[in-house]
Nanobody, 125 residues
């Protein structure tokens, strides 16, 4: 089992920034690819960003590209999501998730085995 705990959410004005963190425990974090997803009220869960186990490859949804940066610190068992220039449409519950390296599809939630409980991000206009 890999336990994931998100933090860093909150209420911010449009144009502001937040840095989400996801702390992992229980298994070897550095062997997992990681992703961030979000679910807005009344919407489906959607991919936000992903990063490989080594941190060398990242991917972003078009809706956040250029405003969001995913990174990881394997020594601290933590993955981060830096979000800048936030918009009201970024309001959602944000989840981090872990995907074994043998599952190749970064953007597909079904490929992820472990999920955190989520952290709420609210962006006011």
């Amino acid at each position: 089992q890999l336990q994931l705990v998100e933090s860093g959410g909150g209420l911010v004005q449009a144009g502001g920034s937040l840095r989400l963190a996801c702390a992992a425990s229980g298994r070897t974090f550095s062997t997992y690819n990681m992703g961030w997803f979000r679910r807005a009220p009344g919407s489906e869960r959607e991919f936000v960003a992903g990063i490989t186990w080594s941190g060398t490859i990242t991917d972003y949804a078009d809706s956040v590209k250029g405003r969001v940066t995913i990174s990881r610190d394997n020594a601290k068992n933590t993955v981060y999501l830096q979000m800048d220039t936030l918009k009201p449409e970024d309001t959602a519950v944000y989840y981090c998730a872990a995907r074994p390296t043998y599952k190749p599809l970064m953007r597909f939630a079904e490929q992820y085995d472990y999920w955190g409980q989520g952290t709420q991000v609210a962006v006011s206009s």
